[in-house]
């Protein structure tokens, strides 16, 4: 995966959601941390999209609580032939301990995905660009989710995307929540490289999502 074009990702804890995500999904987005062998279910997963393996931290609002465990079954994951892209938490890439994620993922050629999340705010303009930078500086990929208040938080993370879209990073951002849920239809058009959904509305693993279907649609008509 070269995130070259927009991928709308699936986001699904069951890889064998795939198949009902095929029809509106380019790749599906594996949460490790909400399933129960998640390793044995990527050993036999024989899907046609492939895979964005994550496997969220607690403290970034994942349920993964023991970090040198869950990195090392990621750094396993980026080994396998059917993962595209691993997401590692920039906070983990910064401190050291993804960086053995990172280096297993990029021995394969799986791409790296360095993630930020704030599910309080949406910092100042400056803060959002400090931390895209720190992460294409580390990954393929620099995501950064943040929490909505106001469409004015939004119009501050659209710039910022488009303004790193534009400089040839390749970014992936998104606003939280109900005031910021038209980011995730719109964000592409300002150069956001990934977009996440759930099959269905009721497997929302993030504040506002749209479900998969929804989110092809309006991503679609807006291009």
Not at 64 to 88: I, K, Q
Not at 148 to 158: E, I, P, Q, T, Y
Request: proline fraction near 4%; glycine fraction near 8%; aromatic fraction near 4%.
């Amino acid at each position: 995966m070269n995130f070259e074009e927009f991928v709308l990702a699936a986001s699904v804890s069951d890889l064998g959601a795939e198949a009902r995500a095929r029809d509106h999904a380019d790749a599906v987005e594996f949460r490790m941390d909400l399933a129960d062998d998640p390793l044995s279910a990527l050993d036999d997963y024989d899907g046609d999209l492939p895979v964005l393996a994550t496997n969220r931290a607690a403290w970034e609002g994942g349920e993964a609580d023991d970090d040198s465990e869950r990195l090392a079954a990621l750094a396993e994951a980026a080994e396998l032939a059917c993962v595209g892209a691993v997401d590692v938490e920039l906070a983990s890439l910064t401190a050291g301990e993804g960086d053995r994620v990172a280096e297993r993922a990029r021995r394969t050629g799986t791409a790296v995905v360095a993630s930020v999340h704030d599910f309080e705010r949406t910092p100042p303009e400056a803060e959002l660009r400090a931390k895209l930078s720190d992460a294409t500086d580390r990954a393929d990929v620099g995501k950064l989710a943040v929490t909505a208040d106001s469409r004015g938080d939004v119009l501050d993370l659209l710039a910022v995307t488009h303004e790193f879209a534009s400089a040839g990073e390749r970014v992936a951002t998104m606003a939280m929540g109900e005031a910021g849920r038209h980011s995730r239809a719109v964000a592409p058009l300002y150069g956001s490289r990934i977009g996440y959904a759930p099959v269905e509305p009721e497997e929302a693993t993030a504040p506002g999502q749209y479900d998969l279907e929804t989110l092809s649609r309006l991503v679609g008509e807006l291009e």
